[in-house]
């Protein structure tokens, strides 16, 4: 019964039809048809997932932020085909058909063109995912947005030979519900533009502090709060003696879910215990973006960290130790009110195995093993595999501060109503960046006015591409010059 139920939060199944999909929102299917630019995302490198993949052993699809297991029916299924190397297949799950495309990885419904991503882990143990994952919400959600775009557009410019300006608009927090071809898209430094509107993610309390789901400001007197800051202040003091903590969140435990993790947690302790003498639990920080940061208070953990390949070691969800915290901050994105956040989480390591660093495991090399890291002995990062993240990670609490240089700076959310040319601006960050990411940036752009890109999928590019940092620097440039 303890297995069953640490299993279930684990991979985070459903629990009706977990391996079928469908959509309430029918106003936005669009007769079975999937646009082609949004369904070959890199396309080449999942085409080469599958044509270096042996048998997977598991697939799994994409639902909130998570990677599912399919029922192990569809896994034979789908398994059949992958055995005879046929690259598109079709079956049918509680009554719905659906196509199944490895070189894309993706599931299709056949009835509606629904998509979402799929991955798997094949026999040798090597894990294969997507170059972008996306869910079928964010999939009608893409479509709705680039498709009232698209007719839009096309319907403004039929008959007629438009020639846009060549100029941007920086505007925050009031992003244009229309893609506008007579001017260029607006540069929003909030966190809509970024995609996905993950501005929702931070509802703001008052005086501009965020709030999480599921948790509770702690008063600075706190006894918790105190330790907490206590710990992060010192161990961030390594290479950032200015942070300013703003805020700490400690999770509540209210919800079924919350509680549900909580058993799994503890019953998970009692379960190493059992088989390995001792849990090994440890107090470890978790940093990402504060859409991420949400994600896994609400949902739980799902997707792996990312990492640069060199500095890896394997593929899993990354914590750094509790005195190590600007570890984990450098995986934490500077929001639109300049802050970081990182989770600090209890941790249940087991027994730890070296993982070489370039590493693509994605699960422990033996049943002697619990969890990897760098250098069990004196660690900088423990690596929990995805498939038992939510059984051995427990968050406790959220803090966020801003780093020593983003203080004394206006928020790059605060630069509003300016419009500035491309020209301008690109000769502005042109400087700062290699001419590898200034030619990218044109590409990029050429796409956009090809009307091959969307202008939230453009104005997210150029932010990943340039970063905030030199954007911003570019902007108070072009401000001071007048």
């Known amino acids: 019964m303890t ?84 690259p598109i297949i079709e079956t049918s799950i509680d009554g719905s058909k659906y196509i199944f495309d490895f070189k894309r ?29 996306f869910s079928e919400e964010e ?12 007719t839009s557009c096309n319907y403004k410019n039929k008959n007629c030979n438009c020639n846009p300006k060549i100029e941007i608009e920086v505007k925050i927090d009031r992003p244009s519900s229309k893609r506008k071809r007579e001017e260029e898209p607006e540069v929003s430094s909030s966190y809509k533009a970024a995609g996905n509107d993950a501005v929702k993610c931070q509802r703001l309390e008052e005086g501009g502090d ?69 849990s090994n639990m440890v107090y470890a920080w978790f940093g990402a973006s504060a859409k991420r940061v949400e994600s896994v208070l609400a949902h739980g953990f799902g997707l792996p960290s990312k990492l640069p390949a060199a500095d890896a070691y394997g593929i899993g969800i990354y914590l750094s130790p509790v005195g190590l915290p600007h570890l984990s901050a ?9 802050l970081k956040h990182l989770i600090l989480c209890r941790v249940i390591l087991g027994n730890v195995e070296k993982v070489e660093a370039g590493s693509e495991q994605c699960y422990p090399s033996s049943v002697d093993f619990d969890t990897g890291s760098d250098d069990p002995k004196n660690p900088k990062w423990y690596v929990v595999w995805s498939n038992i993240a939510n059984m051995h990670i427990l968050p406790e609490s959220v803090v966020s501060f801003r780093p020593s240089n983003m203080q004394g700076q206006a928020p790059l959310r605060a630069v509003a109503g300016v419009k500035y040319s491309l020209e301008k601006l ?32 453009f104005i997210k590019k150029l932010r990943q591409v340039a970063g905030d940092e030199v954007l911003r620097s570019a902007i108070q440039d072009i401000n001071a010059s007048g």
């Open 139 to 150: 999939f009608i959600e893409s479509e709705c947005s680039e498709w009232d775009d698209y």
């Open 426 to 457: 690109f000769s502005k960050i042109k400087s700062s960046l290699p001419p590898g990411k200034v030619q990218e940036i044109l590409m990029i752009y050429s796409t956009y006015r090809a009307g091959m890109m969307a202008k939230d999928a």
């Open 210 to 278: 965020t709030k999480w789901p599921n948790t509770i400001r702690l008063n600075e007197t706190d006894m918790t709060s105190m330790l907490v800051k206590d710990n992060f202040l010192k161990g961030i003091a390594k290479v950032d003696t200015g942070a300013l903590v703003t805020s700490i969140h400690q999770c509540k435990r209210e919800t079924h879910l919350d509680k549900a993790r909580h058993e799994v947690f503890q019953k998970q302790i009692e379960v190493t215990k059992a088989t390995r003498g001792t």
């Open 105 to 133: 990885m993706l599931q299709i419904e056949y009835s509606t063109g629904n998509c979402r991503s799929i991955s798997w882990i094949d026999e040798s143990g090597k894990c294969f995912f997507p170059s972008d994952f």
């Open 3 to 86: 297995m069953n139920l640490v299993e279930s939060v684990g991979v985070r199944v459903p629990p009706s039809a977990p391996a079928s999909f469908s959509s309430s929102k029918g106003t936005c299917k669009r007769g079975g048809s999937v646009r082609s630019g949004f369904c070959k995302r890199d396309f080449s490198q999942n085409n080469a997932n599958f044509g270096r993949s042996a048998v997977p052993l598991r697939f799994m699809y994409f639902r909130n932020d998570s990677w599912v297991n399919f029922s192990a029916d569809v896994v034979e299924t789908l398994r059949a085909g992958f055995l005879e190397r046929k």
């Open 330 to 338: 450098k995986l934490a994105d500077v929001d639109g009110n300049d």
